[in-house]
């Protein structure tokens, strides 16, 4: 079977923590079979995933990585610039023009007066993050050395035209290798210039949500002065209130591997077996760190810190489908991941008797602990043992090596 999706469902549970909180510092909610959720957001999941720098991370890859800032031009390309000496003027002209055909937007040719009288130039960061790959940059500065060399160019105007008379800049651009980052290659990044590659994302993340209604209470806490106590003052030198949930929560994660590999490699055809190695060890970090790398905010008075309880991967080249709709009746809290198990179980083998044609039921995977005699037979066998982490994830990176013989 052809690995042209790899989808994981993941269930983690949580204590006592305030995993991801609104904009008034509660923990984020959603509704779904009635019932209130608590929920993660994908993007609070997603960051921690590319940030994360430890074991099996995807740091660990030492693939080139993505920069996110309004001030990744000025950082990487105007002040090498100037430490080389470039004068100050031409520079600024230079990364300002670099960074409007990068960006779509027209930069200002602004002014300050310095302590002098005389008017200096202003540089503006962009009007909102722009998502850089390492390749990108570094051929950037390249670019923008060329270009401040040649003493013909003074102003901004005089860059337009230069720049916009190199035809062969976005095609270096779009030929680099990674050239967006292995973030930007993953969770895809939005651009409204020619010259950038718009990077559809190749790892689709739903947002996670507890597999129950929410459980969650206000936190009173107070914290002590250390020296008023020692006085005839009594009381707390801190008072207030937060909120605390837990849960078990269900993670849906979907892997475009045709995509990865394009958004990686630059190759849409004629791809080779070392494009499949390489999606395979991403396609295996990515996993790792998605089962292992917890979210959350106050890390330092709740540790809400833990690792998956259940993975299922699925390989397949039907359209993925998530397994969310096995909790649309919320989990009753007794024998919670007993009864999750069960609903989970029971929904796979009607989704499994429904598209009981070949092409639609993809291949599975499972890791898990506890009560695993409630996965059986549909998840698991009845004679099946479930698998390592690692045992799942080389089953995973082999079946997408496959897809380059197909």
Not at 54 to 74: D, F, H, N, Q
Not at 229 to 258: C, F, M, R, W
């Amino acid at each position: 079977m052809k690995a042209k999706f790899v989808q994981f469902h993941v269930l983690v549970s949580y204590p006592a923590s305030l995993l991801n909180r609104d904009d008034v510092g509660l923990a984020k909610r959603i509704p779904f079979g009635g019932a209130v959720r608590t929920r993660i957001s994908s993007q609070c999941l997603k960051r921690h995933w590319r940030t994360y720098d430890g074991v099996k991370s995807l740091k660990s890859l030492k693939l080139p990585e993505s920069i996110r800032s309004r001030r990744t031009l000025e950082k990487y390309l105007l002040e090498p610039l100037l430490n080389e000496g470039i004068e100050k003027k031409r520079a600024f002209a230079c990364v300002s023009v670099l960074q409007e055909i990068m960006t779509g937007h027209e930069a200002k040719d602004e002014q300050q007066e310095s302590e002098s009288g005389d008017n200096e130039p202003s540089f503006s960061s962009a009007k909102q993050i722009v998502v850089l790959g390492r390749p990108e940059v570094e051929y950037l500065l390249k670019v923008a050395r060329e270009a401040c060399a040649n003493t013909n160019l003074t102003d901004p105007k005089s860059f337009r035209k230069y720049f916009k008379d190199k035809k062969e800049l976005k095609e270096n651009l779009r030929g680099l290798f990674c050239g967006s980052g292995l973030d930007a290659a993953l969770f895809g990044r939005m651009v409204t210039s020619d010259f950038l590659a718009r990077t559809d994302a190749a790892v689709h993340v739903a947002h996670a949500f507890t597999v129950h209604e929410e459980m969650a209470e206000p936190d009173y806490f107070t914290a002590v002065d250390d020296l008023e106590k020692e006085s005839e003052e009594l009381g707390a030198g801190h008072i207030n209130t937060t909120e605390l949930s837990s849960g078990l929560y269900y993670l849906y994660v979907v892997v475009d591997v045709e995509k990865l590999i394009e958004n990686i490699t630059g190759r849409k055809e004629n791809r080779l077996k070392e494009d499949f190695e390489l999606a395979g060890m991403v396609v295996e970090s990515l996993l790792h760190t998605i089962a292992t790398v917890s979210v959350g905010a106050k890390k330092g008075s709740t540790a809400p810190y833990s690792y998956a309880s259940l993975v299922i991967a699925e390989i397949g080249d039907s359209q993925p489908r998530s397994f969310a709709n096995a909790f649309l009746d919320p989990t009753k809290p007794s024998q919670l991941l007993r009864r999750t198990y069960e609903a989970l179980a029971s929904y796979v083998a009607e989704i499994d008797r429904m598209y009981s044609d070949g092409d639609y039921i993809p291949q599975r995977f499972v890791a898990a602990t506890g009560p695993i005699d409630a996965l059986r037979p549909h998840v698991l066998g009845e004679k099946e043992s479930p698998l390592s982490l690692s045992g799942v994830a080389q089953r995973i990176r082999a079946a997408i090596l496959e897809g380059a013989d197909a």
